[in-house]
């Protein structure tokens, strides 16, 4: 793209979003997959062993849709040309933090069970967002504020009841 920009295109830039979450995202992703984990694995205690791949001493940042969205569109509009952005937080928790925090804003204590971590699984990611900021990016979204509009969601469309809506739209 960059190579192209500069020889067709007056005004380029790549934005590179980390680790967004938020309602509506799909089911593919650590956050959902937490959510409809704990959901899965609530019966009667408020106590959950919750099972994950890795130690949970990996980290990552996370970033809310909309504070992703207005990282884009600030690249877009005041963003140089042909440059690069990364668009997240560099706020990094540990992936058993982030399962906690769910737990947490489900009303339940999460009790992590470490598994084995993927092949070629990553134990750190964490965004440089210096270069966006300087044009006046910050997120507004706390992890925990944007977890809970992302709980609601998740909570009351469950991977399953998606299941039985395509099978009432293809009938």
């Known amino acids: ?29 650590v956050v959902p997959q937490f959510i409809e984990r704990i959901n899965s694995l609530s019966g009667k205690s408020d106590t959950i062993e919750l099972p994950i791949q ?28 042909n440059e690069i952005y990364h668009v997240g937080t560099m706020e990094e928790i540990t992936i058993e933090t982030l399962a906690k925090t769910i737990g947490r804003v489900m009303g339940k204590k999460i009790i992590v069970k470490p ?13 440089d967002t210096t270069k966006i900021q300087k044009l006046g990016y910050q997120p507004k979204f706390t992890l925990e504020a944007g977890l809970k509009q992302t709980v609601d ?4 469309h469950p991977k399953s009841s998606q299941k039985e809506l395509a099978k009432d739209k293809a009938a």
């Open 1 to 29: 793209a960059v190579h192209y920009g500069k020889r067709v295109v007056e005004k380029i830039r790549i934005v590179r979003p980390h680790n967004v979450y938020g309602p509506k995202m799909g089911y593919e992703h």
């Open 153 to 156: 969601w998740y909570c009351k």
């Open 115 to 127: 598994g084995a971590l993927l092949k070629g699984g990553t134990t750190r990611r964490c965004p």
């Open 54 to 81: 890795g130690s949970g001493k990996e980290t990552r940042s996370f970033v809310f849709i909309d504070d992703m969205v207005q990282g884009f569109l600030l690249a877009a509009d005041k963003g140089g040309p």
